[in-house]
């Protein structure tokens, strides 16, 4: 990185200020789902790094949206002006995100009443899959944004939330 791109990254300017999800295909999700999405977004909000590819100034506001099996991550400045759009294929992420549904609806119902180890075992087995993806979703954006593993994870659960259909 240049020390132009260390000095915006210092000045907090190389960050997501706003975060919007497409609501149009939402159903109503489980109040467990809400909870990750909230959070997922409050924390995004509170400390990312993203700098996308480009002579563009942050902060910058994020809308992701599903279109035709394809993540579309519409990038504006912080006031609203369009800069960029980015589109990834999920096809990669299929699998993943299939694995990591089937974890969480597990660890969801162990907590409910399943010894602590077993617990335990599951929320492994499921940061382990997030982690798989937030690094898949990492290694699709390399050449189109620069995020940081923390931001790539907190997006990678939006990723998911935005795959819950009726």
């Given amino acids: ?14 960050r997501i200020a706003a975060i919007t999800l497409d609501e149009k295909t939402v159903v109503r999700r489980a109040p467990e789902i809400e909870h990750e999405r909230a959070v997922a977004i409050f924390d995004l909000i509170e400390a ?76 492994m087995g499921r940061r382990g899959l997030h982690n798989e993806g937030s690094d898949l979703l990492r290694q699709r954006l390399k050449d189109k944004v620069d995020v940081d593993s923390n931001t790539a994870r907190r997006l990678f659960t939006l990723v998911c939330v935005l795959h819950i259909r009726g």
Avoid: W
């Fill in 48 to 123: 990312n790094r993203f700098a996308p590819v480009g002579e563009f100034t942050g902060p910058y506001a994020l809308h992701l949206s599903v279109s035709d099996n394809r993540l579309v991550m519409d990038i504006a400045a912080e006031g609203g002006d369009p800069l960029t759009r980015i589109v990834l294929p999920l096809s990669p992420f299929r699998g993943i995100i299939k694995d990591y549904f089937q974890i969480c609806e597990s660890y969801f119902q162990a907590i409910r009443s399943a010894p602590a180890s077993r617990i335990e075992a599951i929320d």
């Fill in 1 to 14: 990185m240049s020390a132009e791109g260390d000095d915006a990254a210092a000045d907090g300017t190389q």
